[in-house]
């Protein structure tokens, strides 16, 4: 019978054989970009490039986050009862208490940040706090909590990472295939090289899509620790329905900061088929099926 353990222990295989897919794309990527041009500098200054960018992306993450949703600081007088709420869960999860914020937004949800466990901070909007009892918001915090402790945010930045580096080696070569460089005994002519150019060009589609497959696996296993945490999935899963029912978008929505919050920020769609593709975020009633073993 499949409980929260169990459910746990999936999406962490899950996620760690997603993320072996993501760097065998890298590595076939590179070895063909060094087989065409039969240049392997071009990669390195790609890969160097690629790190330099989203190390300082990495360092700032939280601070851009925070600006772009206009999250404000909530110190301990503002909202005592809130504190208390999340300097408990911190210490069952054996966290340190990270800072609060507060989005002044009608839309329920919520989001972590910070580049480690003793940089981090959560952010819940002013929606969520009006429509969720105690015991639904504890499981919300306990996600977010998850999140950090399962060092996610980590995780999110080495995906950047490497999907950086993808876009920028395929636009590379898309751009110089037009000014006619490359190994003309290559183009056109090898079946391989036909293969490899296809690939290149699609490339960025294939990360992205891994990249978001990630996102949505670590939503699930965010879930399960939660659960875990506040020993009440009953909780988070009558917070991620409420919170689902609610249909307006995020004043501040955007697609950099979407895969950061408990659930989509630009409102409450019903999305089947292919195009959970495309999704930052499981659908709710799969998330509220894993958490109640249904």
């Avoid at 909007?125 to 950090?148: F, M, P, Q, R, Y």
């Avoid at 395929?170 to 079946?191: A, E, I």
């Avoid at 975020?281 to 249904?294: D, F, G, Q, S």
Wanted: aromatic share 10%; no cysteine.
């Amino acid at each position: 019978m499949a409980t929260l353990y169990t459910e746990q222990d999936k999406n962490v295989r899950k996620t760690w054989f997603l993320m072996v897919v993501f760097l065998m794309v890298i590595i076939a990527l590179g070895w063909f970009i060094s087989y065409y041009y039969d240049s392997p500098a071009l990669l390195y200054g790609a890969i160097i490039f690629s790190l330099v960018m989203n190390f300082a992306s990495y360092w700032w993450s939280d601070k851009v986050a925070l600006s772009l949703n206009g999250a404000k600081e909530i110190l301990r007088e503002e909202n005592i009862e809130l504190h208390r709420l999340v300097e408990n869960l911190a210490i069952t999860a054996g966290l340190p208490k990270p800072k609060i914020y507060i989005i002044e937004d009608t839309a329920p949800n919520a989001f972590a940040t910070g580049r480690d466990k003793n940089h981090a901070a959560v952010a819940v909007t002013s929606g969520l706090l009006n429509i969720l009892d105690k015991n639904e918001l504890e499981g919300v915090i306990a996600h977010e909590l998850s999140h950090i402790g399962n060092r996610d945010i980590l995780l999110q930045t080495v995906v950047v990472v490497l999907i950086g580096f993808v876009a920028i080696i395929s636009d590379m070569f898309v751009r110089s295939s037009w000014l006619g460089l490359g190994n003309d005994r290559d183009r056109g002519k090898n079946p391989l090289a036909i293969v490899g150019v296809i690939f290149i060009i699609l490339s960025p589609i294939i990360a992205k899509l891994i990249q978001l497959a990630i996102s949505r696996q670590r939503e699930f296993l965010a879930d399960a620790s939660g659960a875990l945490l506040t020993r009440y999935p009953e909780g988070l899963a009558l917070a991620l329905q409420k919170i689902s029912n609610y249909e307006a978008p995020l004043k501040r929505a955007n697609n950099a900061t979407a895969h950061m919050f408990i659930a989509n920020p630009f409102g409450a769609k019903s999305i089947r088929g292919i195009s959970k593709l495309f999704m930052t975020h499981p659908p709710t009633e799969e998330r509220i099926k894993a958490l109640m073993n249904k």
